[in-house]
């Protein structure tokens, strides 16, 4: 996405965008989780969880593109090019969320079609257990792509302050 101008206000598009994906990327594991374990919630929020794994894809691809950007125009520092470097560590997983959102929202729609067809039939004429099963299955998959996305952005965010501010303040509070 060269010539593209990463700006906002005067503001360096990375550093705003950040902050969406910091929030939306554990939010939606969470939420992968929950309606993964719970028939209830997946009745309910399949449909905004899935268009919300899918709006993290494009936005966490804009971040990184914006973060490189932004690397281009602040001084050359090792700090700056590990973050930078680990930023694109998270697309991986982000692809993940959007993989197992997917999956959930299958599942979700075979088991409307279900019910629609008998109040008491499983998806697919599965049994009970099997239904079961699959859930669980599905709960420990969003698990462990929650718990990954989430701990790779922290990784990421750490060294990105630490870019930003390691020895730019005082541990005294200054004179005004």
Not at 102 to 109: D, G, L, P, Q, T
């Amino acid at each position: 996405m060269e010539g593209i101008e990463y700006e906002f206000a005067g503001l360096p598009l990375h550093v705003l965008l950040v902050h969406v994906v910091v929030v939306m990327t554990p939010a939606v594991g969470l939420a992968l989780v929950l309606i993964a374990a719970w028939p209830a919630a997946r009745r309910v929020l399949w449909v905004p969880v899935l268009l919300a794994a899918g709006a993290l894809l494009p936005l966490g691809l804009v971040t990184v593109e914006a973060g490189k950007w932004l690397e281009q125009r602040v001084p050359p520092a090792p700090l700056i090019q590990t973050h930078t470097a680990q930023g694109e560590e998270i697309v991986p997983w982000l692809i993940w969320l959007l993989v197992v959102a997917v999956i959930i929202a299958a599942w979700a729609v075979a088991e409307l079609i279900a019910r629609r067809r008998s109040a008491d039939e499983a998806p697919r004429g599965l049994g009970r257990g099997a239904v079961v099963a699959a859930s669980a299955v599905l709960a420990i998959g969003a698990l462990v792509v929650a718990a990954g996305s989430t701990w790779t952005l922290v990784r990421i965010g750490e060294s990105g302050s630490r870019a930003v501010w390691e020895g730019s303040f005082s541990d005294e509070p200054l004179e005004r």
